[in-house]
């Protein structure tokens, strides 16, 4: 008997990867993936198709295509990738081409990675955040937030999974601790004393498939996941001892790193903003523990920092003349 398919947007990236691994690691095989690619000829998608993965092309601005990577599954993985593009209104219309795929195929469960629409906290008018592109706080959880809705009009069977913030942003999007004038190491996390939940990139496919194999119980459900819940000074008193030498917490404003220059840096700012404004409501929508019951194998900080250690851009100290 054949083993229910499920359809993995991403399969080739962290989230989605991490799932098609935590099927293949599964000792009960429940599922088969399949992994959805725009180049499936790449040596990442030809490595899957290897390790006894489905491989299909599709791209999430054609509908159609999905259509026909979805027709046979009985569940999908979908998220859409901001930063590819800096753009909500493409990653709206990809998951709104993603939701009516998803019915049109007859999918029996999709697990939905998501994040809160911050509008919902701070209209538009409300001065205590900036606008952004005109209709956005924090355009790249706002377009995630609204995009639920492609999902619940068409009525799409859909487990809701907010996720947190990656600790592999450490390594990928420039926030490794920095050395300074003096050469010591500073990490800057514009949350003061706040928490900030956060997890290992490839636990979110993991927890995922916590959710296919709790099963269509979770349809309807808001599910919240993180590895940990820490300050800004937590995690650089863990980043000391990864890296061998002291790192200073900085708490930079807001208001001061949204003009760091970076593309996107008001989008992040605004960001860290409203985790630390709203942090009980934010914290407390992403349990560990809750987590933990998805994904025994969940990493913490300082196991993520044990993996990931040699990973981090982290430039030498510079030696005196």
Not at 140 to 163: I, Q, S, W
Not at 213 to 222: F, K, N, P, T, V
Request: a neutral charge.
């Amino acid at each position: 008997m054949s083993r229910p398919v499920i359809a993995v947007i991403g399969a080739t990236g962290a989230q989605g990867g991490g799932l098609v691994r935590a099927m293949l690691a599964d000792p009960h095989r429940r599922f088969q993936p399949r992994a959805l690619t725009r180049r499936p000829y790449t040596a990442a998608a030809l490595a899957l198709a290897k390790a006894d993965v489905e491989l299909r092309g599709a791209n999430l601005d054609d509908v159609e295509s999905l259509v026909a990577a979805f027709t046979g599954a009985r569940g999908v993985f979908a998220l859409t990738n901001f930063w590819e593009h800096h753009s909500p209104e493409t990653e709206l219309a990809q998951a709104a081409n993603i939701a009516a795929a998803a019915q049109r195929a007859g999918v029996r469960h999709v697990v939905w990675s998501t994040l809160e629409d911050t509008r919902r906290f701070v209209p538009l008018d409300d001065p205590r955040m900036p606008t952004l592109m005109g209709r956005y706080k924090v355009p790249h959880l706002d377009a995630k937030g609204e995009a639920n809705a492609c999902f619940t009009n068409l009525g799409v069977p859909t487990t809701f999974l907010y996720t947190s913030f990656f600790w592999d942003n450490l390594i990928h999007f420039g926030m490794a601790p920095q050395r300074d004038a003096s050469g010591n190491l500073v990490f800057t996390l514009p949350m003061d004393d706040r928490k900030l939940p956060g997890i290992a990139a490839e636990d979110i496919g993991a927890c995922a498939f916590g959710i296919f194999a709790e099963g269509e119980s979770l349809i309807g459900a808001h599910v919240g996941i993180a590895g940990e819940h820490l300050t800004g000074a937590q995690m650089a008193a863990a980043l000391a001892r990864s890296i061998g030498e002291p790192v200073r917490h900085y708490p930079m404003p807001p208001e001061q790193y949204a003009k760091l220059g970076f593309p996107g840096a008001d989008d992040l700012a605004n960001m860290f903003q409203f985790k630390r404004d709203f942090n009980e409501a934010f914290c407390a929508m992403r349990s560990p523990e809750r987590s933990r019951k998805l994904h025994p194998g969940l990493m913490d900080f300082e196991h993520w920092l044990q993996r990931n250690r040699s990973a981090l851009p982290i430039a030498p100290r510079a030696h005196r003349a």
